[in-house]
């Protein structure tokens, strides 16, 4: 389940260096539900901090470029 947090606005968070899950849904604009689908089909480059799993966002933005060069989450 994704963490609760403050809301921060979504162009706030393009200019941060570390996200979380939930952030890069709130980011992508998607219900986490289809975030988590679609990190099952082509997995993003997550970092394990204990529990909690973060997401560079150099590396998001990197993983969505790749998406588009396949055509597309397969």
Partial sequence: MHEEHEEVSVSELWRR???????????????????????????????????HRRILVADLRAWLTSLREEGGAH
Avoid: C, N, T, Y
Wanted: proline share 11%; aromatic share 6%; glycine share 6%.
């Fill in 17 to 51: 260096d570390l996200v979380s899950e939930g952030e890069a849904s709130r980011m992508l604009q998607l219900p986490f539900s289809s975030w988590r689908l679609l990190k099952r089909r082509s997995p993003p480059p997550l970092i394990a901090l204990g529990k």
